[in-house]
């Protein structure tokens, strides 16, 4: 029988005695990323080990490529078994190389589940690598890319043998074509077509380019694919492009082009084939465009690495005017196993027209990222939550950036879309660069892309004027967005100049420039107003604009990091007037803000936001309700001003008119002041006293409040006008409670809406709660109604939510307490109608629900199942699905309402149509928080007084307040302080469940001044 050449492989195997003599092989990780991390210290200690122990005849210690966990690192992998250690140190080797020789494990450095804490021991048993597809990195990391013998130990060059001895170059262009392979550098060129054109293309000398990628670890795979495109397009020199900065790389190819010719696998008539073919390397430069194929070319030939306009095509005429085929690194890296396992193989992986697998690099704000190898198709979400293990810090995704600089975002509502070529192209991004970098509620998407513009713009070339010109243009519109000083028609000269730059500019650098303006905008436009309506960064990111993260991200803009200061020099009282200057309700923000603040604190990056409506709550409750100076002008006692409603809105805005002079009366329909304060959120979260000990304060400041007061009972809004006021504030909130639209709602005895069952439970008005009491909803109010049913007497209470916990608006920690409370959840289930017995309630008719299509906020919506109807028993159902405004006191068709039922004010003055008649809080906002009221408050204050005046105080004050600085704290006190953050002490669920007081429980003094200890004082100036 005739000798096969893959014989002749392993001819040349086994020829090398130092091969395969090794029981055990230890590979550690060479990437960059374990490099910077000390894997090369890793790898000396283990090599040490095993010469100290004698066993260098069984255990193999070598540098291996990149598994791509590069977040784990250092790592190490260890044959047999794919044994992944992760975080691996120097002084861990005495206990590797032993475990080794043993064939145990050392379980402390595997990968630990986060939940289950169950230990994993093999690479391909971790979620990071369970979903990948490798084909490209199937040896990365677990050989030694440098050593010929491992590659072709595990099945390495006999693609090649076949191509050359078994096949004509025709039919390996033909197996790639109709493999469906498109170029991995960026573009997705179909491979074949390219192929078969350098083949067809006129000249006898022709010439193959490798162009750079960010592979490592794969170097033979790549030589290999190479060699066989070398063979099928006809050429006999080659050159490997490679980035100078990357030595590393380098070295490996100039060593694997050595090693290769060699085994006979380079150079003169390889593997006794007849064709002969030699490669080089070439390092370039670290220019963004030499990679552009023209411009590499140029460089290759001596000359400036700038593009040149295409046709011709470099495969028609390309290095020194010859016909060449460029391919990217991971094209070729797919050629071997296309060649080996047939174009039908490979075209059943990823999809129809996006065959194979793609290496991205997953960066971002995720648990666990680096280097991954997808079937084309794979959806965002299995990427960010499975592969990726989820958002770090559990922060919410807010974006994907696909393909670095020139790439482009797609929102959460994209979270369903599969990563192929078309669709990425098609959502205005490109494969580009290949990275995938997860974006979360923390970034900025104008300053995202300002970044990004400022590196095209440092990168383009120059040689053509759209790009040169249009790059730094967008780049100044954008640096003067982030800082706040850009208008609305700067949006459009943007989106202008964009389509000029990407239509106009020579090459793929111009082209592409614009993708990550262009997407910003188009999903993310809100952001871009933001910042140049409200100079408001919602990430509280932008430097010019954000004094300190917490005051920025606080809808009333309290200056946290002062009071914060003061609090930990013990200056309680001046600590309250801070607060008070733009939020008279500090102990009840202290016990129920949602504080978004906390959410961008800056202290969260190192370890955990400092608890700052803890820290408020400590200095409320430990002084005297001091007012802030406000300047006063006893002119403007003159003025008498209405506000209706006593929420907290109508409250702040009659408070900061009192503090500057004016006299202001509230009205109340109701017979208690608070508003949703008082009548909504119950005791057990925020106690009466504690509400009425703010509200005494508002009182001192010079406000009338007059209770059972009903605009649109008692008074309407031209009669106050007539009777003299100025102005008149709506502050009448969101009470009315949304109906469910079923039968019999209204008239059945024990169906009511959440409002109106907290309300009477608040007001401590009679109300019965049924044995099996069912609530119906997924916010706060229905958690709350849920809990208070429950202290009222109920046995067993159900809250039924129609998509998953996951989904649910309520308060993460109001949901956690009352599980504590024993109230059951049951999920993906919406009420579809009542069921009777005798007239009387019996139970709520339930339809199961499966989450289906994504909205623009990236929710699922719920899908009814058919067939899935059943019946929930139940004596009294709560229906809590939201609240709205009760206009009823607008005259009909009255300007002042909204389409949608709310008040209809300005964004800038909150004045409606009616001159010198405002509003804010929930009438205009719709059901949202008492920070979010606060804020309206104090700016509809402060321009009622510009309506009146003509000029305001209050903003005068504020801004004067601006300057202020609190000396940090001494050193070592912050020292003392430590990292961890402070808990408060809670009732235990079986006592609080019986009554209605508090369940979170302060700070004691210790603890609230460690707390605030803490604060990094991003206010303070760098110097
Ligand atoms: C159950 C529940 C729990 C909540 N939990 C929280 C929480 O934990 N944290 C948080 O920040 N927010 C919470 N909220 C939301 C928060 O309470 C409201 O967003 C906030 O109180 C709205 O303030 P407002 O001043 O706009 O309206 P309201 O507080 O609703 O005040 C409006 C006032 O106007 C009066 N009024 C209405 N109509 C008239 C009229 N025609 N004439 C005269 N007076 C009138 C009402 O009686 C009421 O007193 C909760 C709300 C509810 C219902
Ligand atoms: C500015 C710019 C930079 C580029 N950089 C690279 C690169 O680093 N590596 C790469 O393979 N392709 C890069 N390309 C794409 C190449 O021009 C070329 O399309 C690619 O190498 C062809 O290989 P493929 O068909 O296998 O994808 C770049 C293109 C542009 C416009
Ligand atoms: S588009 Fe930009 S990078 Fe490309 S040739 Fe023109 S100036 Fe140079
Ligand atoms: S560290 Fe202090 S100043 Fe900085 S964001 Fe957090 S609370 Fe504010
Ligand atoms: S650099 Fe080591 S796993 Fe990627």
Redesign the pocket.
């Given at each position: 029988m005739a000798e096969t050449r893959s014989d002749k492989l392993s001819d040349l195997l086994a020829q090398s005695e130092r091969h395969a003599t090794h029981k055990v092989k230890v590979g550690v990780c060479s990437g960059a990323g374990c490099r910077a991390m000390g894997s090369e210290n890793v790898l000396s200690a283990l090599a040490a080990e095993v010469e100290r122990l004698n066993l260098s005849e069984k255990i193999k210690v070598f540098s291996a490529g990149c598994p791509g966990s590069c977040l784990q690192g250092p790592v190490v992998i260890i044959q047999p078994g794919d044994l992944f250690y992760q975080k691996v140190q120097s002084t861990d080797a005495p206990d590797i190389i032993k475990a080794a020789d043993q064939g145990r494990v050392v379980e402390r450095l595997l990968y630990h589940e986060p939940i289950t804490d169950q230990a994993l021991e093999s690479l391909d048993d971790l979620p990071f690598f369970k979903h990948q597809e490798r084909i490209v990195l199937k040896h990365s990391g677990t050989i030694d890319p440098t050593d010929i013998e491992d590659y072709i130990a595990v099945g390495g060059y006999e693609s090649l043998v076949k191509a050359v001895t078994l096949m004509t170059p025709e039919r390996v262009i033909d197996e790639v074509a109709r493999s469906g392979l498109r170029?991995?550098?960026?573009?997705g060129?179909s491979?074949g077509e390219?192929w078969h054109q350098c083949r067809e293309a006129v000249g006898r000398t022709k010439h193959i380019i490798c162009?750079?990628?960010g592979l490592d670890g794969v170097v033979h795979q790549v030589l290999e694919g190479l060699i066989i495109g070398a063979y099928a397009v006809g050429a006999s020199f080659g050159v490997v492009y490679l980035r100078e900065q990357n030595q590393q790389a380098v070295t490996q190819m100039r060593a694997a082009i050595a090693n290769a010719n060699q085994f006979g696998l380079l150079g003169h008539n390889i593997l006794d084939s007849g064709f002969s073919f030699d490669l080089e390397v070439f390092e370039s430069s670290s220019a963004?465009?030499a990679?552009?194929?023209t411009a590499m070319i140029a460089a290759i030939e001596g000359e400036r690495a700038v593009p040149r306009v295409r046709p011709p095509y470099p495969s028609v005429e390309g290095l020194w005017g010859r016909p060449t085929l460029?391919?990217?690194a991971e094209?070729f890296a797919n050629i071997g196993a296309i060649i080996e396992k047939g174009a039908n193989w490979y075209k059943g992986i990823g999809t129809p027209g996006n065959p194979g697998t793609k290496v991205f690099s997953l960066t971002g704000n995720i648990k666990t990222g680096g280097q991954v190898e997808l079937p084309l198709g794979t959806t965002i979400e299995k990427i960010v939550f499975e592969i990726g293990g989820g958002m770090l810090g559990d922060r919410n995704f807010k974006a994907l950036h696909i393909g670095g600089p020139s790439g482009g975002s797609v929102p959460a509502s994209a979270l369903d879309m599969p990563l192929d070529y078309d669709t990425i192209n098609a959502s205005g991004a490109i494969v580009g660069t290949s990275d995938l970098s997860v974006l979360d509620e923390c970034t900025c998407m104008v300053e995202t892309v300002k970044d990004f513009m400022e590196l095209m713009a440092d990168e383009s070339c120059g040689k053509c004027a759209p790009c040169r010109i249009g790059t730094q243009r967008m780049l100044e519109i954008l640096t003067q967005v982030t800082n706040g000083q850009g208008s609305l028609d700067d949006l459009a000269r943007l989106e202008t100049l964009a389509g000029v730059v990407k239509t106009s500019s020579l090459?793929?650098?111009g082209k592409t420039a614009p993708n990550p303006v262009l997407t910003a905008l188009k999903h993310f436009r809100d952001e871009f107003e933001a910042h140049i309506k409200h100079q408001k960064c919602a990430a509280a990111r932008c430097p010019t604009l954000v004094k300190a993260p917490c005051s920025h991200t606080c809808p009333a803009k309290v200056d946290a990091p002062s009071y914060i200061a003061l609090v930990a020099l013990g200056r309680y009282e001046e600590a309250i007037a801070v607060h008070r200057e733009r939020n008279p309700f500090p102990s009840i923000c202290g016990r129920v803000c949602h504080h978004p603040c906390e959410t961008r604190c800056r202290r969260g990056l190192l370890d955990e936001p400092i608890a700052i409506a803890l820290v408020k709550r400590f200095m409320s409750d430990h002084a005297p309700a001091v007012h802030p100076r406000f300047p006063r002008d006893p002119e403007n006692r003159k003025h008498r001003v209405a506000v209706i409603g006593a929420g907290p809105a109508g409250l702040t805005c009659a408070y900061y008119l009192a503090l500057v002079g004016y006299d202001v009366t509230v009205l109340e329909a109701l017979s208690t002041a608070g508003g949703m304060m008082k009548v909504g959120i119950p005791d057990f979260r925020l106690p009466e006293d504690i509400i009425n000990k703010e509200i005494e304060a508002i009182v001192d400041a010079g406000v009338k409040i007059e209770t059972r007061r009903m605009l649109g009972r008692d008074f309407t809004i031209d009669g106050l006008i007539a009777d003299g006021y100025e102005a008149v504030f709506l502050g009448t909130g969101a009470h009315q409670g949304n109906n469910m639209g079923l039968p019999k709602e209204s008239d059945l005895a024990g169906v009511i809406d959440g409002a109106t069952f907290l309300r009477r439970a608040n007001l401590g008005e009679s109300v019965e709660v049924g044995r099996r009491t069912v609530v119906i909803g997924g916010g706060n109010v229905a958690i709350d109604a849920a809990r208070t049913a429950i202290r009222l007497g109920a046995q067993n209470v159900k809250i039924l939510y129609r998509r998953t916990v996951a989904e649910m608006p309520a308060y993460e920690w109001d949901i956690r307490e009352a599980r504590e409370e024993d109230i059951e959840f049951e999920f993906l289930v919406s009420p579809v109608g009542f069921e009777e017995e005798n007239g009387i309630l019996s139970g709520v008719k339930c339809r199961r629900m499966v989450l289906g299509a994504r909205d623009d906020q990236g929710r699922r919506r719920p899908q009814p199942v058919k067939g899935s109807d059943y019946i929930e028993e139940a004596d009294m159902v709560i229906a809590a699905i939201g609240q709205s405004p009760a206009l009823d006191y607008l005259p009909d068709e009255s300007e002042l309402a909204s389409s949608r039922g709310r008040l209809s004010v300005a964004d800038e003055t909150m004045m409606s149509e009616q001159p010198g008649v405002f509003g804010g809080g929930d009438a205009v906002s719709g059901p949202a928080s008492v920070v979010e009221a606060v804020a309206h408050g104090q700016k509809a204050a402060i321009a009622v007084e510009k309506y009146i005046s003509g000029r305001s105080l209050i903003d005068q004050q504020l801004q004067v307040a601006e300057e202020r600085r609190v000396e940090p704290l001494q050193e070592k006190k912050i020292k003392a302080a430590g990292n961890n953050r402070r808990h408060p002490p809670e009732v235990e669920p079986e006592k609080r469940k019986s009554d209605f007081s508090e369940v979170v429980l302060a700070l004691d003094e210790e603890q609230a001044l460690g707390e605030a200890a803490r604060c990094l004082r991003c206010d303070l100036d760098e110097d």
């Open positions: 170029g991995r550098g960026g573009a060129y491979v390219k162009n750079r990628s963004f465009i990679g552009e194929e460029i391919n990217n094209t090459c793929g650098l």
